[in-house]
Nanobody, 121 residues
Framework: QVQFVESGGGLVQAGGSLRLSCAASGSTFSRSAFSIEPIAWYRQAPGKQRELVATVYSGSDIGYTDSVKGRFTISRDNAKNTVFLQMNSLKPEDTAVYYC??????????WGQGTQVTVSS
């Protein structure tokens, strides 16, 4: 089973930046599997459904939800089985618990604890 562990969240003022990290591990998890799977960052704000924020594919393709385009940057380090989310120009509406997981639902691992991001106005 694969496990994702998110970190890097915190409290920041509007306009500030944070860099989230997501490390993948597991007894049957292989580095080659990590490198070919599309991996995404998701977030869930209080009282709202979890939403897809950004996706990085095995090649150079990357996708973002419209609300974070130009402010967030997703990247991956396959050698370290880690995915990052650089968040700049943060807004109060970015406040949420952020999670990472495989993009394809049939491949998704159990959801981790996530990392809390709170943006004050």
């Amino acid at each position: 089973q694969v496990q994702f562990v998110e970190s890097g969240g915190g409290l920041v003022q509007a306009g500030g930046s944070l860099r989230l990290s997501c490390a993948a591990s597991g007894s049957t998890f292989s580095r080659s599997a990590f490198s070919i799977e599309p991996i995404a960052w998701y977030r869930q704000a209080p009282g709202k459904q979890r939403e897809l924020v950004a996706t990085v594919y095995s090649g150079s393709d990357i996708g973002y939800t419209d609300s974070v385009k130009g402010r967030f940057t997703i990247s991956r380090d396959n050698a370290k089985n880690t995915v990052f989310l650089q968040m700049n120009s943060l807004k109060p509406e970015d406040t949420a618990v952020y999670y990472c997981n495989f993009l394809v639902k049939s491949r998704q691992a159990a959801w981790g604890q996530g990392t809390q991001v709170t943006v004050s106005s």
